[in-house]
């Protein structure tokens, strides 16, 4: 007998980019981001909603790097290689890193649920 709660129809795949995006944040940096990449240039045959959180997994992946590492510069530049440059640094680097980190578990329940993401419709 089957479960009553099965699913009626098929999964759109995009849970694939948004595990790959915490991946990239959490454990395999590198790594991570070449398959995101990947996945992001292989993009076109894929269903709208599976390219649609792919696509916003990649600009995050790209706009938390330049945030994050031009905000740090922007700590060396106004503090040279102080003790108020690495405590900024630091909670520059945590604080905009928890954001997208939990930004990609908005993203994860999104994709389980077969909703489109949260991010600017002109860049999906």
């Known amino acids: 007998m089957p479960y009553s709660g099965g699913q009626t ?8 980019p948004v595990a790959w995006y915490l991946l990239n ?11 995101l990449a990947w996945l992001f240039l292989s993009s076109e045959q894929a269903p709208a909603l599976r390219r649609a959180h792919t696509r916003a997994s990649f600009y995050m992946s ?3 790097a330049v945030l994050i590492f031009s905000g740090i510069g922007v700590f060396w ?10 405590t900024g640094a630091i909670v520059w680097a945590i ?3 928890t954001s997208f ?17 949260y991010f600017p419709r002109r860049f999906l």
């Open 101 to 117: 980190v939990l930004w990609g578990m908005i993203a994860l329940a999104q994709a389980i649920g077969d909703k489109p993401p």
């Open 25 to 35: 944040l959490l454990a395999l940096p590198v790594i991570g981001f070449a398959v």
């Open 9 to 16: 129809k098929a999964s759109s795949g995009a849970v694939v």
């Open 62 to 64: 790209i706009i938390g």
């Open 77 to 86: 530049l106004l503090f040279g290689n102080t003790g108020n440059f690495w």
């Open 95 to 97: 604080v905009l890193h």
